[in-house]
């Protein structure tokens, strides 16, 4: 640091420069810290506030529609309006209790279903040859090429009543009557999984690609069948791809909202069509934004003392 | 043991009517258009500390993972104590390797990783809790069975690896370049410490390397390989001294090489000539006459002095000191002969070069001599 500091001493000409270079090099830390800091704090933190805000004021006829927390009297007192009604609203009315638990019992089966289908893909990726490896990869990352609307409709089509499948069936003479796909709980779960189904093998891949091949031929070595392989070494050693990627999928599983509204129809009540309803139909901006909050601490509460938990097992390693 | 050491305890220098406890037969392995394995035999005995010597790429890797059953061989047979073993899958062999990179299972404990093969074995809890506790005595790592193998250094890891390997007591142990990760010293230490270890549980061992001195100092015989195939197995000593060919003299240690023709060979001694000089030799060993052959001389089996005068008579060579390099113990001196040939002369340093105002230095003529028994017979 200090020899840095010299030449500038030294030559007074461009001295500005110098001297910005080197305090950017002597707060280099703080400014790498600060960016995702400033980050976070505009995109994540910023809006948080404001929906929260919203979610303590009333519904008013007005433009935004609901209530100013602030207000400032003529004779200059401030008067702080909060309103609990909406939570209240909310707890009291089973609707969205009850929703909330679909939502997370569709998300949660769903994110079972993407690692019992994805940890096996994963896995024949990862076993696979120097030349089918990257085609594999590329294959699981090309559905993203696509408007993510297009293939839920593209979906739409395959599933529905005269839809690809069931003409396909009818044609074969397998069904005489259409099986009932599109707007069923099934059709849900299919979109759910297929759409998210990356965000759970990519997570894999990474993480099992780590692993050191020679732990197998050790455990085999040692006199391990591959099931006992399997389960005492490559499954514990696969655990963070497992957590990262059930993650990854479960938590915006929950509040998806395109696939229950698409797929779904009205059959299948998830969260985030109501959501949706309350802040375009109902223009309830508050109870949405009371909504929304709610399903914060339903998911983001219960992950970070998970969170909190897992890092510090991982620190003792 | 005690029934093999009636007859010998080195089985493998006298190896007529003994049992191998493991025979390779016309073994050969390919991937591929490359030949890994090329059509090899060797049998091992028990008790030995074997090494398999050679460049990367030789083969001596694919060789001991044939016998962990982690390759299947294209032709010949593998025995371990007599029963085939072609049809037996890695996790029933009578084996236990040491991986190069220990391969330690890094989410479970010392202990854990140490008792892992004797679970799969179906041994009691107990007995279990007996034997990790023994091994890791033997180790000297009693007060890390708690540990995770990232909380270890390099030298533990190593050490629980050979634990866990020699633990469920295999008819042989396989060991994978075990010193390769370690730091100089350590290495030398750790090498003797290995030698102990293999001598107090009396198990047989095949270790791969590539470094020779590991491999000098380890074996009890040793095989050097090259491009698939044995180009001599010995005692670490017969290697040394008595190359047969080329390769191997060049490949162990440093040699001086000289072309030449047989002029002489009687009982006692054969008579070479060479462009630099006549080599006299009498050990005893035979080649027929007028056939060309390579004389092989290390460097320090050759006495140099400082002298005016021509070599006369056979073993004696004369030349002027190209270079002289001090590497403390002993100096190189590259000696250039008349035909422009460069030759090592390895001499140790008995007196300090400052003190030692007789010493041997840049454009000195020099003679080199040699034993009669010194000189090497090579076949290229």
């Not at chain 1, 079972?112 to 990869?137: D, E, H, M, Q, T």
């Not at chain 2, 061992?205 to 001195?213: A, K, P």
């Not at chain 2, 010995?234 to 002029?263: K, L």
């Not at chain 2, 004389?295 to 073993?315: F, H, M, T, Y």
Request: hydrophobic fraction near 45%; aromatic fraction near 10%; glycine fraction near 6%.
């Amino acid at each position: 640091m200090t020899d840095a500091t010299q030449p500038s001493e030294k030559l007074p000409a461009s001295s500005w420069m110098r001297d910005l270079a080197r305090r950017a090099q002597e707060n280099w830390r703080l400014i790498v810290i600060a960016i995702p800091f400033v980050w976070l704090l505009f995109f994540f933190l910023a809006p948080f506030f404001i929906v929260a805000k919203i979610s303590l004021a009333e519904l008013a006829i007005a433009s935004p529609p609901f209530t100013r927390m602030m207000e400032w009297s003529n004779n200059g007192i401030v008067t702080i309006r909060i309103v609990f009604d909406n939570f209240a609203y909310i707890i009291d009315d089973p609707l969205y209790f009850d929703t909330y638990l679909n939502s997370i019992k569709i998300s949660a089966s769903a994110t079972l279903l993407c690692l019992l289908l994805g940890y096996p893909i994963a896995y024949a990726i990862v076993r696979s040859g120097p030349v089918a490896k990257p085609i594999f990869l590329f294959l699981i990352i090309l559905p993203f090429w696509t408007s993510f609307l297009l293939r839920v409709y593209a979906w739409m089509g395959l599933l529905a009543d005269q839809g690809t499948i069931n003409n396909l069936l009818i044609g074969l003479g397998l069904i005489d009557e259409p099986i009932r796909m599109l707007y069923t709980e099934f059709a849900v779960y299919v979109g759910i999984v297929y759409t998210y189904m990356p965000f759970m093998i990519l997570p894999l891949y990474a993480n099992m690609e780590r692993l050191d091949g020679s732990l197998n031929e050790a455990a085999a070595d040692l006199g391990a069948r591959q099931t006992t392989t399997f389960f005492r070494i490559t499954l514990p050693l696969t655990k963070p791809g497992i957590i990262a990627g059930s993650l990854l999928v479960f938590i915006p599983a929950t509040g998806e909202y395109v696939v229950p509204d698409l797929l779904g129809g009205g059959n299948v009540q998830m969260i985030g069509r109501v959501l949706f309803n309350e802040f375009s139909r109902n223009s309830d901006w508050p109870v949405a934004s009371a909504v929304a909050i709610m399903l914060l601490f339903f998911l983001v509460v219960p992950m970070m003392i998970f969170q909190y938990f897992q890092g510090k097992s991982s620190e003792v390693r | 043991m005690a029934a093999i050491d009636a007859f010998s305890d080195t089985p493998w220098l006298d190896p007529a009517g003994q049992k191998p406890l493991v025979q390779i037969k016309g073994l050969t392995k390919s991937f591929g258009a490359f030949t890994a394995i090329d059509n090899i035999d060797l049998d091992i005995y028990q008790g030995e500390l074997f090494c398999l010597l050679g460049g990367s790429g030789c083969g001596k890797s694919t060789l001991l993972r044939m016998l962990a059953g982690f390759e299947t061989p294209n032709g010949g047979e593998i025995l371990i104590d007599g029963v085939d073993m072609a049809h037996v899958p890695a996790y029933e062999r009578p084996t236990n390797m040491m991986f190069q990179s220990y391969a330690l299972f890094p989410h479970m404990t010392v202990e854990k990783n140490i008792a892992f093969g004797l679970q799969q074995d179906g041994v009691g809890k107990s007995e279990i809790k007996d034997r990790v506790h023994d091994i890791l005595t033997l180790v000297e790592l009693q007060d890390y069975k708690k540990r995770k193998p990232q909380q270890l250094s390099g030298g533990q890891r190593q050490r629980v690896a050979l634990a866990r390997a020699l633990v469920k007591q295999p008819k042989l142990l396989l060991l994978d370049e075990p010193l390769a990760a370690l730091d100089k010293k350590l290495r030398k230490q750790t090498q003797f410490e290995l030698a102990n270890i293999q001598e107090q549980v009396g198990v047989t061992f095949i270790v791969v390397t590539h470094d020779q001195e590991e491999a000098m100092t380890l074996s009890t015989r040793m095989a050097v390989m090259d491009a698939g195939r044995f180009k001599q197995i010995g005692t670490p000593t017969e290697i040394y001294e008595f190359p047969d060919s080329r390769f191997v003299a060049d490949f162990i240690g440093s040699a001086n090489i000289f072309e030449g023709r047989v002029v002489e060979d009687s009982a006692d001694h054969i008579l070479v000539t060479t462009e630099a000089c006549d080599v006299f030799i009498d050990h005893g060993q035979s080649v027929k006459i007028d056939s060309r052959i390579w004389v092989g001389l290390r460097p320090e089996k050759i006495r140099i002095e400082k002298s005016e005068a021509a070599a006369s008579g056979p073993n004696q060579i004369s030349g002027i000191v190209d270079d002289v390099g001090y590497l403390g113990e002993t100096s190189i001196y590259k000696v250039k002969l008349e035909s422009g040939q460069i030759v090592d002369v390895a001499a140790p340093n008995q007196m300090r070069p400052s003190s030692n105002s007789d010493r041997i230095t840049w454009d000195d003529k020099v003679l080199l001599s040699w034993e009669p028994s010194n000189a090497m017979l090579l076949s290229s």
